[in-house]
């Protein structure tokens, strides 16, 4: 075992998957971001979506509307990719200084994607206009065939659809998001640089034993879902290997209680609040602390060609336990490893 460090400062981080619904929600959740990350690249699966640069810039007022003040955060937007959209839009979003990628949902593949593309191979157009212009594809990677055993649908999206994409379009810049399996972290490592990866602190942190843990753990369910354990270890290594393909993105994707604790129960983990800490928790797993600051603070901003932060983070080593819910009732939202013991706390 490596010697544990009992503080470790690093510049401040990104967050390059991030859901910040919009209205109510919008406003208990922003914080929790605002208050660590300096960035975070804001998904576009509201209701309607965010398929315009018209509607992503009113919406990044809103994320600033509610940050606190001096927060000092910037939201990056996207642009939810529809079989519609035309490739003029694709010229406005990578003229925008504020929209850094269009994020493509197989359609019906995980929450609000009913709009999303119905064949990404089919949208030829918008995948040049997105290779000329550099600006990347954020890849919601899963198959939406209702006979592919859920398990398997992101092994199969890479082979099937996204493999091809990447090897057809040799100048398209992607992000294939929230990378759950062996075979992605091999794919990502063994691919370009201009292929990109983000892991989430669930994936890095459990196995999809965690779903059933003594009985049906619903706030246990997101997706892409949680895998086997040679694919978390799989992950964990890819994460802390300093390979730049791999870089922090949460998918801190909330959900009031009622929905998630319900006979048909929404996917989605709100990691917000504890995910720097959440983290460490894995990085220190593995002795490999010393690598987080590059996955959580420098590769995505390079990846997107911008600047590193400027601001430092402290952690500390001191055990303490996040609460497990965010207010009370039927809107609760539970946060992730609320109850549990963390390792390192994130000095204010
Ligand atoms: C996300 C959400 O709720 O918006 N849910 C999830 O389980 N990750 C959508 C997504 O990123 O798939
Ligand atoms: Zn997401």
Redesign the pocket.
Known sequence: MSHAPSTIEITRPDDWHL?LRDGALLERVVPATARRFGRAIV?P?LVPAVTTVERALAYRERILAACPAGAGFEPLMTLYLTDETPVSEIAAAAKSPHVAGVKVYPRG????SSEGVSDLTERGAVLEALASSGLPLLV?GETTDPDCDVFDRERVYLEETLSKVIERYPALRVVFE?ITTLEAAEFVRDSPARVAATITPQHLLLNRNAIFAGGLRPHHY??PVLKRERDRRALLAAATSGDPSFFLGT?S?P?PRAAKEADCG????YSAPVALEAYAEAFASVGALERLEGFASHFGADFYGLPRNTGRVRLIAEPWSPPAFEGDGESALRVFLGGEMLRYRVVD
Do not use: P
């Not at 593949?109 to 609000?112: D, G, L, P, Q, V």
């Open positions: 859901h998904m699966n593949a995980t929450t609000h919601h929230h997101c997706l998918d994707a959900h929404c996917a989605g983990i």
